[in-house]
């Protein structure tokens, strides 16, 4: 069974912020976490078996003090039915022969000349 449960806590700076929230998310069952307020006072926690009061006992011994505003049952959004999708007729394919590929060009014929040089110097 789900739960959400606000609990405002007070928490004057971030520093308080951050170890209220690093407190909560440790404990057993929950699973989303979030500030809420205009003063950004406010935790909403849901979780599944969270034990609210021992919850609050240990926001109160290491933030400050915090009390209980909500708690209330999440219900689980049912799937939607969908409808079943009109069929579409089939396309018919035809398959294609690929086109006229011709094979690699022939190897460049290589010209040697063994003239000897005009020059007899060298």
């Known amino acids: ?48 078996g969270v034990d609210v009061t021992c919850l609050v006992t240990c926001l109160r011994k290491k933030v400050g003090h915090a009390k209980i505003v909500l708690v209330e049952e999440v219900k689980d959004k049912k799937p939607e039915e969908k409808k079943p999708e009109e069929k579409k007729p089939e396309e018919v394919c035809f398959w294609s022969p690929p086109p006229y590929c011709y094979g690699p060009p022939p190897p460049c014929s290589m010209v040697v000349c063994d003239a000897e040089p005009a020059c007899s110097i060298m």
């Open 1 to 48: 069974m789900k739960q959400k449960i606000v609990i405002t806590v007070t928490m004057p700076c971030d520093k308080c912020r951050t170890k209220a929230m690093e407190l909560v998310a440790r404990a057993h069952g929950v699973i989303s976490l979030a500030i809420a307020g205009d003063d950004k006072d406010k935790l909403e926690v849901i979780g599944d």
